[in-house]
Antibody, heavy 123, light 108 residues
Framework: QLQLQESGPGLVKPSETLSLTCTVS??????????WGWIRQPPGQGLEWIGS???????YYNPSLKSRVTMSVDTSKNQFSLKLTSVTAADTAVYYC???????????????WGQGTLLTVSS | SYELTQPLSVSVALGQTAGINCGGN??????VHWYQQKSGQAPVVVIY???NRPSGIPERFSGSKSGNTATLTISRAQAGDEADYYC???????????FGGGTKLTVL
């Protein structure tokens, strides 16, 4: 059974860089059938897609966050990561990592999700 | 950028049928997926590719599309169906994922 687990600091100061890692177990991150994504959810609000990454390093980012987001993948560790720069209180949210099912050339649904990690931006 | 529109809330009487709509330009040409999110939990896909149910999802959940609107239908609604529901598409022209704003389902 595939499992995804987010890890991160929990608390970040304003203007600093947020760094999160998603560890994938029970399956390979190098599969050709999947992209890997980050989604966030501010308290009491809806889901917001942050970006998606393929195991080769190909990325797609939400235009509203693109200037501050960098995603990377480490196939040797079966992990992918998110960096978000210049954070503000508006970046406080539960951050989820998830697997995006794709069959070339299309992608479809997020079929496996991590449990989510709350990241708070505060001084 | 592409947008999906959902009603903020839908109410349904216990045992009756609820419909949650998801509107978007030319959504008929895209695959629509639906997620259920209960309080404090990660989302779970309940319908994928418009009308397909993953294993373990009750037959009471169904999906359809007509024109520029996709619909999630929950038959014989139960108290346990109370949750937030989100529609989602993948925009092939940009490679971007788009979520609807979410609908809170209340079972009365």
């Amino acid at each position: 059974q595939l499992q995804l687990q987010e890890s991160g600091p929990g608390l970040v100061k304003p203007s600093e860089t947020l760094s999160l890692t998603c560890t994938v177990s029970g399956g390979s991150i190098s599969s050709s059938s999947y992209y890997w994504g980050w989604i966030r959810q501010p308290p009491g609000q809806g889901l917001e897609w942050i970006g998606s990454i393929y195991y080769t390093g190909v990325t797609y980012y939400n235009p509203s966050l693109k200037s501050r987001v960098t995603m990377s993948v480490d196939t040797s560790k079966n992990q992918f990561s998110l960096k978000l720069t210049s954070v503000t209180a508006a970046d406080t949210a539960v951050y989820y990592c998830a697997r995006l099912y794709c069959t070339n050339p299309n992608c479809f649904q997020f079929d496996y999700w991590g449990q989510g990690t709350l990241l708070t931006v505060s001084s | 950028s592409y947008e999906l529109t959902q009603p903020l809330s839908v109410s349904v009487a216990l045992g009756q049928t609820a419909g949650i709509n998801c509107g978007g330009n030319n959504v008929g040409s895209k695959s629509v997926h639906w997620y259920q999110q209960k309080s404090g939990q990660a989302p779970v896909v309940v319908i994928y590719r418009d009308s397909n149910r993953p294993s373990g999802i009750p037959e009471r959940f169904s999906g359809s599309k007509s024109g520029n609107t996709a619909t999630l239908t929950i038959s014989r609604a139960q108290a346990g169906d109370e949750a937030d529901y989100y529609c989602q598409v993948w925009d092939s022209s940009t490679g971007h994922v788009v979520f609807g704003g979410g609908t809170k389902l209340t079972v009365l």
